[in-house]
């Protein structure tokens, strides 16, 4: 799945550069706490340049089998959660970014103490998005389907597109409470890391379909981390999707019906404890008829 031009990354290095960050940590803690809609920061140049563009250079054709396809009123997306499937530089990454050391800085980043990693990168993983695709506003689920005590806590999102053009569109948009206007908006620029709280008031997407040319693919890798809520209680929901102002009554409508479809899907995972899989599989194949 690595293209043979991709610079080589040897495994044994560290691959976060703590010497580069550590010493702004405060100063970073103090940003991510102020930035409105809710708290969140942007880190350019997040890793060294030659790691993320191995990671760019080697992320796995959306030909391939292994994809869950994301396709529905909310979404047109491609995800692949699942670690093993990772090339290598991709996935030595993945691993240092839910390692004990990394996890603890980032909680001192953004003062929630005693965050976990997710090691089945539930929701997360590798993302891409082609031409026509989106992702509506929306929070994001609060309980992991398989470990009910995880509450979710943080995103991390480091995107890999070496050669975007903001035209395209893409952007990352945080909206404000009530829907009432897109607080920040970001583009999916390589080794751009968006880091941001993960609750009930951190409406995201990318709602206007991608307008890039045909075999260009907006990616990015996914990670949540939570923290274990054994005796507390927290506000349990699915994904929650949002029209936007200017969506009109028509595709509002549309976008609740799927939310709620969506919820009910989610439930059901939660009790049987199946995979996306399968679903996967009928969205991809209502896609092709399509």
Known sequence: MATSSAPQV????????????????TALAKRFRDNRPYPHIRLVDFLGTDTATAMAQEFPHPSGVEWTQYKHTNENKLGMP?????????????????????????????GIPNLIADPMLEGGGLHQSGPGGYLNVHTDFSMHHYHRP????????????????????????????????????????????????????????????????EGTWRKSLALY???????????????????????GWGKAFLIWLDKKAVDLYSRAKMRFGFSDQFASKVLGFLSKKK
């Open 82 to 110: 699942k670690r093993d499937l990772f090339p290598s530089t991709l996935g030595a990454v993945t691993d240092e970014l839910n390692s004990r050391e990394f996890v603890a800085w980032l909680s001192e980043l953004t």
């Open 150 to 213: 995880w509450h979710r806590r943080v995103n991390l999102i480091l995107y890999l597109n070496p050669e975007w053009c903001e035209e395209w569109g893409g952007a990352l948009e945080l909206w404000e409470r009530g829907m009432v206007r897109c607080g920040a908006k970001y583009p999916p620029l390589l080794n751009h890391a968006l880091i941001f709280a993960t609750d009930e008031r951190s409406l995201h997407g990318f709602p206007d379909p991608l307008t890039c040319p």
């Open 225 to 247: 981390y939570c923290t274990v809520e054994q005796d507390k209680k927290f506000a349990v929901h699915s994904t929650d999707y949002h029209a936007r102002p200017q969506d």
């Open 10 to 25: 040897q495994a044994s290095v560290g691959f976060f550069p703590y010497l580069k960050w550590e010493p702004e940590l």
